[in-house]
């Protein structure tokens, strides 16, 4: 499942529409739309606001506390910020919360070709004239955060994607509702399609990473907790586009594969693991 979070409708409406999502009505505290593998929800502008509404949807979706392995978090919408061209979507880097002065890092293992920048989040829109930390090639938002933060308690964070936006120069009155909304019609095609891909694949791999998936437990001798750790590994090399099966090919050809028994398994498990994170570094 990926959840994608916007603070304001003019935000989510592009998403809404290029994915055919239909609005839960059955939700009243805030609009939450699905379909297709996907549930979008306005969370509504702040961090208060972000918080509550990503604690509240994932926890009705996940109500044991944690993010299935194939499950996404991805959140969208507009900042403003200098160095940045107008309408530029950018992926987040890192995330400073401007109260607690606290830096978070979403992992990068996913690979986009958007390029990166750091976000700072405040409670209050950052304006030039009257900010005394405005800094060139900064992102500043109001959720981002409070977002990132309270995703983390359910899942790690290589489960968790921010994008933004460029709307403004740090002169949040100069863009109204009208004008945010044409904006983001003109520049968010690329991304829409970054993502109609990346939910393509989630769903087309599902099978033949099963199929793997369920040979490398047979051929490992794998325990319940080992398989879970399998599974989430096989799945950051779907990601990350890791290719693991060099290094279980290896295994095979030197017959440490399959395993003759349990305790091999093990044994044959980490060096699988070793070998596979040697191979990327």
Known sequence: MIFVFCALYQEASNFISHFHLKRDSSESMFQVFRGGGIILAITGVGKNAASVCVSRI???????GRLESGD??????????????????????RIMD????????PDLSIVTDFPQAPLISSGMPVCLDASEEASEGFLYDMEGSALYG????????HQILIFKMVSDALSPDSIDAKGLAALMGANLPPLLEWLEGL??????GDDSVNGLEEQLVRDFHLSAYQSYELHNLLHYCTLSGMDPSPVLQELYDSEALPASDKRKGTKVFEQFKSNLLTSVR
């Not at 959140?75 to 987040?92: H, R, T």
């Not at 401007?98 to 890092?105: A, F, H, L, N, T």
């Not at 309270?150 to 964070?157: E, I, L, N, S, V």
Request: proline share 4%; aromatic share 12%.
């Open 98 to 105: 401007s109260d607690s002065r606290r830096w978070s890092y």
């Open 72 to 93: 996404l978090i991805l959140s969208f919408g507009c900042a403003g910020g200098l160095g940045f061209a107008k309408g530029e979507i950018l992926q987040v880097n």
């Open 150 to 157: 309270a995703a983390a308690y359910f899942g790690g964070p």
């Open 199 to 204: 939910v393509q694949e989630e769903s087309v």
């Open 58 to 64: 994932l926890t009705q979706e996940r109500p044991d």
